[in-house]
């Protein structure tokens, strides 16, 4: 069983930075491809981004060119870098793998893009 901490999150302004992070128990991490998701208020939750176990990366759309996801195997970490925010990436944050485990979700971190 792994467990899932997000933090980071929270109040910036448009074209500001945040950088979440995903602690994570468990001695299987570091075979996981592991992924941040989010959902905004409305919208279903969306894959964002993922970073398999070797550290090969792959981004949406929406992400390309602005976030970089990360990870330490060492210290069962995974982040997003976030830069250049907009109020559309205003969501919840979770990580979890990919794909998806649903006994897996966090509680998720709060980013709120806004001037």
């Known amino acids: 069983q792994v467990q899932l901490v997000e933090s980071g999150g929270g109040l910036v302004q448009p074209g500001g930075s945040l950088r979440l992070s995903c602690a994570a128990s468990?001695?299987?991490?570091?075979?996981?491809?592991m992924g941040w998701y989010r959902q905004a208020p409305g919208k279903q939750r969306e894959l964002v981004a993922a970073?398999?176990?070797?550290?090969?990366?792959t981004y949406a759309d929406s992400a390309k060119g602005r976030f970089t996801i990360s990870r330490d195997n060492a210290k069962n970490t995974v982040w997003l870098q976030m830069n250049s925010l907009k109020p559309e990436d205003t969501a919840v944050y979770y990580c979890?793998?990919?794909?998806?485990?649903?006994?897996?979700w966090g509680q998720g971190t709060q980013v709120t893009v806004s001037s």
């Open positions: 979890n793998t990919v794909p998806l485990r649903r006994s897996y």
């Open positions: 970073i398999m176990s070797a550290g090969s990366t």
């Open positions: 468990g001695s299987i991490f570091s075979i996981l491809a």
